[in-house]
């Protein structure tokens, strides 16, 4: 992750998490697919370490993960329907 | 519970505005084959799902619905946003901005206002399962109608990811349905409600 902007990073956890989306309910129904499995805990590493690095520099992405110092940072910026993150 | 995550699914920047493009797609939203219904659709019939993996699978696809409810709801608000007057009135939007303004409402492209009458909870395996899966389909096909009418690449895309989730959330409630039935003896293939107790002990 490192030297990735701020853009790039985003997109990079989008992407990851959809990974997961599509592999969760595929295992939902194929929950013994040692590939799929092997596959989900490769990409959830990943996409744990790009959450932590994005909400480390430009704020919060889950509700659970916002780290408060001396102001709520949590309905800063734009919301995602605005089309502006 | 759910948690909330501050980005969409799929991304949408669309920098033209065309509110009649936007009464078609605010269908999706609260029409009759739209995202709210698929949410609740199956979000509702978890409770009576008798297959613990498939009450996950509806748990899970309820989930991403209200995710693609917020994607849907971002290509409306984004191409209306901002509107003058005189573009509402070429735009055909009069009539949803005398009640709405702006603001996002859920209806169908032909005005009539969400209802759970749009979908079904059953209490029955089967027939829920075979409804979810006619329900992907229907919203398939209506993203099809969109996309036939749609010449903006941003608008195009996200519509394009949402068509293909229907088709892979069909090919699991397919599977889910044949769980469903590997559970099932012989004498009930399908003759009554395997979520139904009082039943299973008559047979």
Known sequence: ????????LFACIGALSFVMDDLRIYLDTHPMDQEALDYWKKVEKVRNEAVKEYTKCYGPINMYDVDVDDRW????????WEGRC | MWSYEKRLQYPVKITQCNPRLAQVIMSQFGGPDGE?????????????????????LLTDIGTEEM??????????????????????LEGGFEK????????????????????STFFQSKGDPITDLVEDMAAEQKARTTYDNI??????????????????????????????????QDDLNCKNFYAFNPSFKADLFKS
């Open chain 1, 1 to 8: 992750m490192d030297g990735m902007n701020k853009d790039k």
């Open chain 1, 73 to 80: 940072t949590w309905a800063e910026g734009p919301w995602p």
């Open chain 2, 36 to 56: 709210l219904a698929a949410s609740q659709r199956y979000l509702s019939q978890r409770y009576s799902m008798s297959n613990p993996k498939v009450a996950g």
């Open chain 2, 67 to 88: 995710a693609h409810m917020e994607i849907v709801c971002a290509i409306v608000h984004q191409l209306t946003r901002d509107l003058t007057p005189q573009q509402i």
């Open chain 2, 96 to 115: 949803y901005y005398v009640d709405h303004t702006l603001g996002l409402w859920p209806q169908s492209a032909g005005g009539i206002p969400f209802t």
């Open chain 2, 147 to 180: 996309l036939r009418l749609v010449h903006d690449q941003e608008v195009c895309e996200p519509i394009k990811f949402l068509r293909q989730r229907e088709i892979n959330h069909f090919q699991r409630f397919g599977e889910a349905l044949r769980m469903i």
